[in-house]
């Protein structure tokens, strides 16, 4: 595994994502708060030590229950968000909402990568020749925007925000040299990458949004799968 990302700023900006990106366990998780600025570290802490001791002991109890048509891992990663939901809720918004977050969290297990999210990044699939989208979500600002002017970017959907949380899940069987880009921003379009059989780069892909765009801000982070 091999990750990189970069920020692109306009009249408007995005807030910087936290980045923990583990190579030798292979998981990413991307973190972004909005509102008033809250560590993430014990929250990104949290997801990834029940996630741990489930796995050591599927007997390990949550007071979330399984989906059925999420496999095991899926359901973990899914219970490992809601508990730090819950965690995150408490402490910061049960009085007064003052903060919430975007959650990206990506674990690789053999050769399928397990995702779980609420909010951006939008996801993208570069195998071969193409680029196939997984997984949008438009923020508030797209639907609100009129071809008049832009609005700054504001996300639809947080993680802490509300005791109950509606986590997206996607399950991808990867191969050699496929790689996942991923976006945040207010607009995501077709790409075309189709005529380039090499692999895309940071440079490629913000060129391409910048030239669409350019009054739109967005992170970008392309992750390599070895």
């Given at each position: ?74 359901n973990t990663l ?132 910048v030239a669409n ?14």
């Open positions: 595994m091999k990750f990189e990302n970069k920020s692109y700023s306009s009249n408007f900006s995005n807030p910087n994502p936290k980045i923990h990106f583990d190579k030798d366990n292979k998981s990413l998780i991307i973190t972004t708060c909005w509102g008033h600025n809250v560590d993430s570290s014990p929250y990104i802490e949290s997801i990834l030590n029940f996630y741990s001791s489930k796995l050591k002991d599927r007997d390990f109890t949550s007071p979330f229950g399984s989906l059925d048509h999420l496999d095991f891992y899926e899914r219970t490992s968000i809601l508990m730090a939901n819950q965690s995150f809720f408490k402490k910061n918004n049960s009085d007064e909402l003052v903060s919430g977050m975007e959650v990206f969290v990506l674990i690789q297990k053999s050769n399928t990568l397990y995702i779980a999210q609420v909010g951006q990044p939008h996801v993208l699939l570069k195998r071969g020749k193409s680029l196939n989208l997984i997984h949008t979500q438009p923020d508030l600002s797209c639907e609100y925007t009129n071809d008049k002017y832009e609005l700054p970017p504001l996300p639809s959907k947080l993680f802490g925000t509300n005791k109950n949380l509606d986590v997206h899940i996607s399950k991808i069987h990867c191969k050699k040299n496929d790689q996942l880009v991923l976006i945040k921003r207010s607009k995501v379009f077709p790409f075309n990458f189709t005529e380039k059989e090499e692999d895309i780069s940071l440079d490629s892909v913000s060129n391409y949004l765009n350019v009054d739109l801000p967005f992170w970008l982070g392309i992750l390599d799968i070895t």
